[in-house]
């Protein structure tokens, strides 16, 4: 069965800091990759995914996501976090062919202006 | 126009008792799909609905767990003789068609709490 790590479980950073969020996953096949976020008060969106092709991907409000296959790695950037970044964001994999998502247990990130 | 719903907001229940779990999805949305969000976990899939018919299973826990969806649109995730560990929020999921090409789109979720 697949897994999804997420190194950092409480992230605190100032507005216009740089972030990276790490995302590891253990499955030996050919995955799906996504980053979802949860806005406090909110349901849970897709931010961005990736299924085959260019292996950095771009989604909303600035955020990227670069897949290192080598690594079973997908990380997620921006460049200048806002204050309206402050959310929760979750990693997920899912074999390709499954329909089912597999999260990783989250990342809290707290912007503070 | 609406996103999925979730009947109710919040469920409080006793040991032993049974629920029904209320999902409404994206109207014309064909997959449907039931993740479980315990504290400060991810969500966790229990099953997959296309159409009418469940496509995977995998994620019930157990056979007190069980999801029925008999016209292709809403769906009612049952839970029997439910336990403490049963607590959680149960979320629901819906896209346009089956594979992840398409985007699920998540509803509020269901807070249940088994005292």
């Known amino acids: 069965a697949q897994s999804v790590s997420q190194h950092n479980h409480h992230v605190i950073l100032s507005e216009a800091a740089s972030l990276e969020l790490g995302c590891n996953y253990s499955?030996?096949?050919?995955?799906?990759l996504f980053w979802y976020v949860q806005y406090p008060g909110q349901h849970l969106q897709l931010l961005l995914k990736?299924?085959?092709?260019?292996?950095l991907v771009k989604g909303i409000k600035g955020f990227e996501a670069e897949f290192i296959k080598s690594k079973f790695s997908f990380n997620l950037r921006k460049p200048s976090v806002q204050w309206s970044d402050t959310a929760e964001y979750f990693c997920?994999?899912?074999?390709?062919?499954?329909?089912?998502?597999?999260f990783g247990k989250g990342t809290h990130l707290i912007i503070q202006p | 126009g609406a996103g999925v719903s979730q009947t109710p907001s919040n469920k409080v229940t006793e040991k032993g008792k049974y629920v029904e779990l209320r999902c409404d999805p994206i109207?014309?949305?064909?997959?449907l799909y039931w993740y479980r969000q315990s504290l400060g976990q991810g969500p966790e899939f229990l099953i997959y609905?296309?159409?009418?018919?469940?496509?995977?299973d995998s994620g019930l826990p157990n056979d007190r767990f069980f999801a029925v969806r008999p016209e292709g649109s809403v769906s009612t995730l049952k839970i029997q003789r439910t336990e403490r560990g049963d607590s959680a929020v149960y979320l629901c999921?819906?896209?346009?068609?089956?594979?992840?090409?398409?985007?699920?789109?998540f509803g509020p979720g269901t807070r249940l709490t088994v005292l």
């Open positions: 999921a819906s896209s346009l068609n089956p594979g992840l090409v398409n985007e699920q789109f």
């Open positions: 499955y030996g096949g050919t995955v799906n």
């Open positions: 990736y299924f085959s092709g260019d292996p």
């Open positions: 997920a994999v899912s074999p390709w062919g499954a329909d089912g998502l597999t």
């Open positions: 109207s014309g949305h064909t997959a």
């Open positions: 609905f296309q159409g009418t018919g469940a496509a995977d």
